[in-house]
């Protein structure tokens, strides 16, 4: 299973984003899907789960996923508003499975920069 992530960009401070994340097949047995960022020289951080509900920046971020029946891919968002310059970072989806282990996509980034 590859996971893309896209929507990064440029943006100035105060704009807005949303990254999706598309994997290549539907998955079965997800236990959680978030986001997670990397800003330079520092840790990969968490930034949001969907299922146990977990957000980094409550006020400004928000996770969802695409729920429609009969859809043959996973697709998960976040929407990011009020962009800091301290947002700066390369964003990362995850998905964890009970059975299949986790699936990392290969990150997007985000420069929040006037």
């Known amino acids: 299973v590859q996971l893309q992530a896209s929507g990064g960009g440029l943006v100035q401070p105060g704009g807005s984003l949303r990254l999706s994340c598309v994997t290549s097949?539907?998955?079965?047995?997800?236990?959680?899907m978030g986001w997670y960022r990397q800003a330079p020289g520092k840790q990969r951080e968490l930034v949001a789960t969907?299922?146990?509900?977990?957000?980094r920046m409550k006020d400004r971020f928000t996770i969802s996923r695409d729920t429609a029946g009969g859809r043959v891919q996973e697709t998960m968002y976040l929407q990011m508003n009020n962009l800091k310059p301290e947002d700066t970072a390369v964003y990362y989806c995850?998905?964890?499975?009970?059975?299949?282990?986790?699936?990392w996509g290969q990150g997007t980034l985000v420069t929040v920069s006037s």
């Open positions: 969907l299922n146990s509900g977990y957000s």
């Open positions: 097949k539907r998955i079965s047995g997800i236990k959680d």
């Open positions: 995850k998905i964890d499975t009970y059975l299949s282990g986790d699936y």
